[in-house]
Nanobody, 126 residues
Framework: QVQLVESGGGLAQPGGSLRLSCTAS????????MAWFRQVPGREREYVAA????????PVADSVKGRFTVSRDSAKRTMYLQMDSLKPEDTATYYC???????????????????WGQGTQVTVSS
C-alpha cells in the first residue's frame, strides 16, 4: 500500500526558513500526483503546491507565491517544500497528499487525493 511520510517541520522565526520533505513508498503507478496542503484547527485544509501526475509543477497558492518553492526528486520519490520568508500566518499542520488518478482540474481539492501523510507541524513565532 502507498505510504507518504513527511518530515522537516518545526519552529521558525518570522522571516525564517524551513524545508519539508515527503517520501512516497509502495507506489505501483507510473504516474503519481503529489501535493502539499496545510490546515489550522477549525479551518478547512488549504492547498499550497503540487505536481500533477506527469511531474509538472502546478501554480502555488497565492498566499505563498514568491515565498514557497516546491520541487521533487523522482528517483527518491520525494517531494520538497522550501518555505522562505515565513510569516506567523503560515503556522499550520502541513500534509503531503498523493493520487494516481486525480485529474488536473481537481489539483486544489483535498477530497481528490487518496493518500495522505501523517502531517508535520510548522510554527512561525518569535
Amino acid at each position: 500500500q502507498v505510504q507518504l511520510v513527511e518530515s522537516g517541520g518545526g519552529l521558525a522565526q518570522p522571516g525564517g526558513s524551513l524545508r519539508l520533505s515527503c517520501t512516497a513508498s509502495g507506489l505501483t503507478s507510473r504516474t503519481y500526483a503529489m501535493a502539499w496542503f496545510r490546515q489550522v484547527p477549525g479551518r478547512e485544509r488549504e492547498y499550497v503546491a503540487a505536481f500533477n501526475r506527469n511531474g509538472i509543477i502546478q501554480p502555488v497558492a497565492d498566499s505563498v507565491k514568491g515565498r514557497f518553492t516546491v520541487s521533487r526528486d523522482s528517483a527518491k520519490r520525494t517531494m520538497y517544500l522550501q518555505m522562505d520568508s515565513l510569516k506567523p500566518e503560515d503556522t499550520a499542520t502541513y500534509y503531503c497528499a498523493g493520487s494516481s488518478t486525480i485529474i488536473l482540474s481537481s489539483t486544489r481539492n483535498p477530497g481528490s487525493y487518496a493518500h495522505w501523510g501523517q502531517g508535520t507541524q510548522v510554527t512561525v513565532s518569535s
